[in-house]
């Protein structure tokens, strides 16, 4: 048959069968707090204020404006200004932890993130209501459908403890309580092992405090201590609806954690940054204060001449080798999240050398890439990593069984925490002269 095209060049594009790994989400954190309708809302505002049905399932937040108009912020300020029953008061004001985190998250760098709320703020939350419903897509249960998510923070944490009081002080809350909460907080985390919980000590605590504290959460040397960041201490900030207050630093935090993200990439540590949106921090800490807490574990906000309020730890609960650093379980999470999500094409293909050949090849090429850009340890790839899938570890019987394995091996780079110098004086020596 003739060809009917007149005669010129033709460009046919076909698919090259090579199959891409991508970087998954690593700066998208989930805010668990109280929050409220209001009867200032404006129902004709666009966008339209969450119902409490909306507000109690995972929502997603790309501006502190959308947050702002879809949790009536704007309106619970004005209540809270024209409210004089104390309990009324003491309500509204537990609303205001959960937004000045997604304030300082926005604030830090931060660019999406999701909201879970709890609508009852005169009452505490228990450790099974913080877990949540997974059919009702609420509390923390609510955002295992969410793999967007890689931090998670309960600004209102401390408020969940007790129910709301018409005193005019405001009781101290339940540390044994607390920690119960954050438990569960830590145990989704390690459970589906992509995200990891930020998490804050009780408001007040002295320094000393804070590290028994910390000896009252899970064991240093546990899988659930590898998964928990803890801060201290809190911020004061200039508040929603401009009144000075003091909140739990995990908003800041988180937007920290992005803004890294987005600058260096998930292997760089998330400190020695600074706090946006803070004003300053109400407990100063010394040297030899940081030094024991960041032995527990505990990451400290510190301020410096010249450079203000800066992120000054790095590091998880844990103290194993394997897991100290907080952008090393970071980064292991988001190469593992990495593959596992762009590896799903290979489910029910032919389990066979060409199938084994293109995930070597799927992988090698995704690590070489986090080689490059510093996020692995050593002079050349092969010092950095190691990828095996063939017919060493896909044995007969596991391919009967319709397995494929892939076993894979990375260095980290772990971050320069200790920076040590040696200094010798030189004794001058007088010019030789002839």
């Known amino acids: 048959m003739p060809n009917p095209n007149p005669p010129g060049a033709y460009v046919t594009e076909k698919s090259s069968g090579v199959r891409m790994?991508?970087?998954?989400?690593?700066?998208?954190?989930?805010?668990?707090?109280?929050?409220?309708?209001?009867?200032?809302?404006?129902?004709d505002a666009t966008p339209k204020p969450f119902s409490d049905a909306e507000r109690a399932v995972p929502q997603k937040i790309r501006s502190w404006e959308e947050f702002s108009a879809r949790y009536s912020i704007a309106g619970i300020a004005k209540e809270l200004a024209d409210a004089t029953d104390l309990a009324t008061i003491h309500t509204l004001q537990r609303c205001l932890p959960l937004a000045e985190a997604v304030y300082g998250f926005f604030a830090n760098g931060g660019s999406t993130c999701y909201v879970v709320g709890f609508t009852?703020?005169?009452?505490?939350?228990?450790?099974?209501?913080?877990?949540?419903?997974?059919?009702?897509?609420?509390?923390?249960?609510?955002?295992?459908?969410?793999?967007?998510?890689?931090?998670?923070?309960?600004?209102?944490?401390?408020?969940?403890?007790?129910?709301?009081?018409?005193?005019?002080?405001?009781?101290?809350?339940?540390?044994?309580?607390?920690?119960?909460?954050?438990?569960?907080?830590?145990?989704?985390?390690?459970?589906?092992?992509d995200r990891l919980a930020i998490l804050d000590p009780p408001p007040g605590l002295t320094p000393a405090q804070v590290a028994a504290f910390a000896d009252t959460l899970a064991l240093p040397d546990s899988d659930d201590a590898a998964f928990t960041a803890l801060y201290y201490p809190w911020l004061t900030v200039p508040g929603v609806g401009a009144v000075e207050r003091t909140v739990p630093p995990c908003g800041h935090v988180a937007g920290v954690w992005a803004r890294t993200d987005a600058e260096r990439g998930v292997f760089k540590a998330p400190a020695n940054q600074n706090l946006r949106g803070a004003l300053n921090i109400p407990t100063l800490l010394?040297?030899?204060?940081?030094?024991?807490?960041?032995?527990?574990?505990?990451?400290?906000?510190?301020?410096?001449?010249?450079?203000?309020?800066?992120?000054?730890?790095?590091?998880?609960?844990?103290?194993?080798?394997?897991?100290?650093y907080l952008n090393v379980r970071r980064l292991v999470s988001y190469l593992s999240d990495s593959v596992r999500q762009s590896t799903t094409w290979a489910v029910f293909e032919p389990n066979d050398e060409r199938l084994w050949a293109t995930l070597r090849h799927s992988v090698t090429s995704f690590l070489t890439d986090q080689w490059r850009q510093g996020a692995l340890l050593g002079r050349t790839p092969d010092e950095a990593f190691y990828v095996i899938c063939d017919n060493t570890n896909n044995t007969p019987e596991t391919t009967a069984d319709g397995e494929v394995i892939c076993d894979i091996g990375v260095a980290p780079v772990r971050p320069a925490e200790f920076v040590h110098f040696t200094i010798t004086q030189l004794a001058g020596q007088n010019d030789k002269t002839t």
Request: charged letters at 25%; aromatic letters at 4%; a negative charge.
């Open 120 to 193: 009852s703020p005169q009452s505490a939350v228990s450790p099974d209501g913080l877990k949540g419903n997974a059919e009702a897509r609420t509390g923390l249960a609510g955002l295992e459908s969410v793999p967007e998510v890689s931090m998670v923070a309960v600004p209102s944490l401390w408020d969940m403890t007790a129910d709301v009081s018409s005193e005019k002080e405001v009781p101290a809350p339940d540390h044994g309580a607390g920690a119960g909460r954050m438990a569960e907080v830590v145990r989704h985390c390690t459970e589906q092992r």
């Open 21 to 43: 790994i991508t970087g998954a989400s690593t700066s998208v954190p989930a805010f668990l707090g109280y929050t409220k309708t209001s009867a200032n809302d404006d129902q």
């Open 286 to 324: 010394t040297d030899e204060q940081h030094g024991e807490l960041n032995a527990k574990g505990v990451n400290c906000l510190r301020h410096f001449p010249d450079r203000g309020l800066l992120v000054w730890g790095a590091r998880t609960r844990s103290t194993t080798r394997d897991w100290k």
